[in-house]
């Protein structure tokens, strides 16, 4: 179903539900993504995106692109980097999972046991928490085996067990690897600082529990294509390649990372929680996106649109409002988006 006509540009006041802005987001954020049921214009998301030419250069720009924003999920790529700069030796599809936010499914969990054993560690000594698969199938299987959460099916135990590997490579402790001052997390953020070009402005505590910098999005979406750029075989370009050459790691069987990477060649692209995205396309060409309220059903929309502002025209999977287990309905871009 296609949305309703509206020539408003993106962030205008408009008829829909919240009017410029939604309750609770940044008052710089605009609208950027519609929803609609039947017909009728039922829901938004707001946020922030911004495009950057080959050379680094601001391309456009929707909404206010210079605030704070937590990378999540997206340093990944930046984290993993780091730890090859200090001597772990992953290559291939192990590195591709050590940068993943994987859906628990079998063969992810099979290559993160893997990564563990060749360290002498055991699920034990991942200091992420306990959680059940990211997939739907793999989730309900585990349930009706009656397997209970596990530190292995966390979407970020490949990534904690690559730093656990790392740990012993350099001699560092690996009880506490997680506390903002372990020489491990030093150095992730001096790879974040040189990748982005930015110094990080904050730093959280992630929802796996390692510490997250932030950056704005110009400078998140810089690091991306720093990644893609890297001269052939630096720690940059190690994790980029590995991650193109194996999605499904990256993500899983339904992971919008996955799907990207799998209808797009050459194209890096990571999420993260609450909203954050970037990718960078081979050229350098590169993107970030936050949205405020952190709905996962804007993201494919907003790729979408973002590579279309690039020139180039993918199949994604339509983001479908469903009504009675039948299509009423889809999550859509502003029109306008970037006039």
């Known amino acids: 179903m296609s949305a309703t ?20 987001a940044p008052s710089g954020d605009v609208e ?9 214009h039922e829901n938004s998301h707001y946020g922030a995106l911004v495009i950057l030419d080959a050379d680094g250069t601001v391309l456009d720009q929707v909404g206010d692109v210079s605030r704070p924003v937590f990378h999540r999920s997206c340093a990944k790529p930046f984290q993993a980097t780091a730890m090859l700069e200090t001597g772990l030796t992953l290559d291939g599809g192990d590195l591709a999972v050590a940068a993943a936010s994987h859906a628990g499914e079998a063969g ?58 790392t740990c012993l490579v350099k001699g560092w402790p690996t009880v506490g690897y997680l506390a903002v001052d372990h020489p491990l997390q030093i150095a992730v953020r ?20 390692a510490p997250v910098f932030a950056t704005d999005l110009v400078a998140l979406a ?29 993500g899983g069987t339904h992971s919008p990372d996955t799907q990207v990477m799998t209808a797009v060649p050459g194209i890096l ?5 609450d909203g954050v995205q970037a990718f960078a396309l ?19 929309p907003l790729i979408k ?7 180039i025209d993918v199949d994604l999977p339509a983001d479908v409002v469903l009504g009675g287990g039948r299509p009423v309905g889809a999550a859509t871009v502003v029109p306008h988006l970037f006039s």
């Open 5 to 24: 006509t509206d020539s408003s540009r993106a962030g205008a006041p408009t008829a829909g539900p919240g009017g410029p802005h939604s309750a609770g």
């Open 32 to 40: 950027l993504v519609r929803v609609h049921r039947s017909g009728v």
């Open 108 to 165: 992810h969990v099979e290559r993160i046991l893997g990564i563990l054993a060749g360290g002498g560690l055991s699920e034990d000594d991942l200091g992420c928490p306990a959680d059940r698969p990211e997939d739907e199938s793999a989730r309900d299987a585990a349930v009706l085996a009656g397997v209970p959460s596990r530190k292995l099916l966390m979407n970020c135990s490949g990534k904690h067990a690559a730093m656990l590997r």
């Open 190 to 209: 001096a790879t974040v600082t040189r990748l982005t070009g930015a110094e990080p402005s904050a730093v959280g505590v992630d929802g796996c529990g």
């Open 222 to 250: 810089r690091g991306f294509a720093a990644l893609v750029t890297g001269p052939v075989g630096s720690p940059e370009r190690r994790v980029a390649d590995a991650m193109r050459a194996h999605p499904w790691l990256v």
């Open 269 to 273: 692209v990571k999420l993260g929680a």
């Open 282 to 300: 081979p050229d350098g060409r590169a993107a970030a996106f936050k949205i405020s309220d952190g709905a996962h059903r804007a993201r494919l």
């Open 305 to 311: 649109a973002a590579l279309g502002r690039l020139g």
